[in-house]
């Protein structure tokens, strides 16, 4: 006969102040109260690790949202047009992560909700809604920018002294009773205040006269205080990010980003749609962009790490989330701007592709002139940018009747000129300008500068796309600790299809291959069937770990339908493992991986007294 054992859940304090008598609703109030201050000490590991909650809160979240908002409103207006703009965006975007990540390398230690946590972090918002408004304008390189310039010197000011505040507080906290701590915070403290003075005396030093290269003292500084933080946090391992949701928030973050670029691509789309409705080019499109952006959140997500893998590791890996967040949202980026390119093209073969009269005398007739103007008016690029071409499309499509009885060649360049200037036109309405340094004079082919900034955009794309593979490799090495050869397969495809996607760049460089890849659709299909690859790879190395995994290990049945893997008894391992994502005993992790099915425990007889799920 089975017995049913009971167990005991704590009782949500929402749900006794909902449900609960007079003594416990009073109670439940008595703990919800929000506290002036509360100690950082509140929650601490066994082993005196900070470690507040197991995942994010909500106002962590509210504050990765203001980091988005931040970074979409800078992406819509700051133009990738050279390589200016592309250093001052990754510039741009240095500034905004590095301040999210000293944000919340403190939060996810010693940040404990109360009124005073909550006057800091609306301090914090402050600084990123000072951020959206100086990010239009930003751009190192005019050296008229010197207000911008102080402003955002001035918000790394207030949010590098109120860090230094933050950690002053946790100083006075652990002063007593974990005076191991004081020194290595006093001189996290000491590094906040030095950049703060350093900050104001920047703010000061910048003026309209002069602007040199002093806004480097910002990278520097940003630089100096995350080493800090991170170094501190390797030495005094009660510092530590081991017992943090760290990980997490970083996860967030990643998918936040994808969904950002979610909204950007469904922008995009409608336009297009909105045009010509669906057809089968824009319908292939969007399935091309839904699967890019979900492959990338399945192998991202795949191999994202659920429990502690090390601490120098995960310092590294959480620091290599820079320019993988930097690449993605460029890869992304890129995505938009080749959809709206293809677009483009698709609207110009309309004007190229209209039949030319069938004379041996002449190209231009009546009957030419009139199908070129209406299908120019049918392109409606008196919307938006595109709208200051049109007087010269019009003044050269009206000049075109004089060249009637014109020589053939004469007649063709009057043709290749009005179609230049058509080309231009429709590129400059889905966004693709010359930059504004770049002086084209009326005679000049206002289509070259256009075709160094598509050139541009598709060097950027296939070097951030395969930047973003390379280091999602680099964290499948840095998460599994113990690789077998399914792991090594998986970082090896994956440094693969970076290599390939890299050397799509190499296109460019030979015009006549270049212009041939760009008229067709492939693209961003290229992108998508690496990516592709690589997950089927990965998931065909999934089902033979765990098919070897049969024949080599113990393996036997469990009650919940997976299969269970034999080891030692570990009375360790609930305290280790709370969540049961993995189990650690002595130096050997166990996981829910398949793949830990493996070789390496195959040789080890283990008693049956106790068994760790694996899948």
């Known amino acids: 006969m089975a017995h049913s054992h009971g167990h005991s859940h704590p009782v949500s304090i929402k749900h006794t102040l909902s449900n609960g008598g007079p003594r416990e609703k009073y109670e439940a109030r008595k703990e919800e109260r929000l506290r002036f201050i509360v100690s950082p000490l509140k929650n601490v590991g066994e082993h005196g690790e900070f470690s507040q909650r197991e995942e994010a809160s909500k106002i962590e979240l509210f504050y990765d949202l203001f980091f988005v908002a931040n970074l979409t409103t800078f992406t819509s207006v700051h133009e990738i047009n050279d390589r200016k703009a592309l250093s001052s965006y990754a510039g741009f975007f240095a500034i905004i992560w590095v301040t999210w990540l000293q944000v919340t390398l403190f939060d996810c230690r010693f940040a404990v909700d109360s009124f005073y946590d909550r006057v800091c972090k609306v301090i914090q918002l402050m600084v990123m809604i000072g951020y959206s408004s100086v990010g239009p304008e930003f751009d190192p390189n005019v050296t008229k920018n010197f207000t911008i310039f102080k402003t955002l010197t001035l918000l790394l000011l207030v949010s590098s002294a109120l860090l230094a505040v933050q950690y002053t507080i946790v100083v006075a906290f652990v002063a007593r009773k974990r005076k191991e701590t004081i020194i290595p915070l006093l001189f996290i403290v000491a590094i906040f205040a030095i950049a703060s003075v350093v900050y104001l005396w920047l703010f000061f030093s910048f003026n309209s006269e002069k602007n040199d290269k002093r806004y480097y003292v910002w990278y520097v500084f940003l630089a100096i205080q995350t080493i800090a933080v991170m170094g501190v946090s390797v030495r005094w391992r009660s510092l530590s990010f081991k017992r943090t949701h760290l990980a997490e928030r970083l996860g967030l973050l990643t998918l936040i980003i994808l969904g950002e670029g979610v909204i950007v691509l469904t922008k995009s789309l409608n336009y297009i749609v909105g045009e010509d409705g669906w057809t089968q080019y824009s319908f292939g499109q969007a399935v091309v962009v839904v699967l890019t952006i979900y492959l990338l959140w399945a192998l991202y997500f795949d191999r994202h790490p659920e429990t502690h893998f090390g601490t120098i590791r995960q310092q590294i890996w959480c620091l290599l989330h820079f320019p993988f967040h930097l690449c993605l949202v460029l890869m992304l980026e890129g995505i938009n701007n080749f959809l709206l390119y293809h677009k483009a093209v698709h609207q110009f ?91 084209i004079s009326k005679n000049d082919n206002p289509i070259k500068p256009i075709v160094s900034v598509i050139l541009l955009n598709y060097r950027y794309f296939f070097a951030s796309a395969g930047i973003v593979l390379l280091l999602l490799a680099v964290f499948v090495w840095f998460v599994r600790r113990r690789k077998d050869i399914y792991d090594w397969i998986a970082v090896g495809t994956r440094g693969l299809g970076a290599v390939i996607l890299i050397a799509c760049i190499f296109i460019s460089y030979r015009e006549d291959t270049m212009f041939k890849y760009l008229e067709g659709p492939m693209i961003l299909p290229t992108v998508l069937i690496v990516l592709l690859i690589v997950l089927f790879i990965d998931k065909v190395t999934d089902m033979l770990a765990l098919w070897r995994g049969r024949k080599y290990a113990s393996l036997k049945s469990s009650g919940g339908g997976g299969i269970e893997l034999t080891t030692h008894p570990s009375p360790e391992r609930e305290r280790l493992y709370p969540d049961k994502s993995g189990v650690q005993y002595g130096e050997t992790q166990y996981s829910h991986d398949p793949r830990y099915a493996q070789t390496q425990y195959a040789q080890t007889q283990y008693p049956p007294s106790s068994t760790v799920p694996i899948v």
């Open 349 to 439: 073969l309309k004007v190229y592709n209209i039949q030319l009269p069938d004379s041996t005398t002449t190209f231009i007739d009546d009957t030419l002139i009139q199908t070129l103007n209406e299908t120019i008016n049918d392109m409606k690029l008196d919307n938006g940018k595109s709208a200051e071409s049109l007087p010269d499309i019009y003044s050269a499509l009206s000049d075109l009747s004089a060249f009637a009885k014109a020589t053939l060649d004469d007649q063709s360049t009057a043709i290749y000129k009005l179609l230049t200037k058509i080309l231009a036109a429709i590129f400059k309405k889905y966004g693709f300008e010359p930059p504004k340094s770049a002086v």
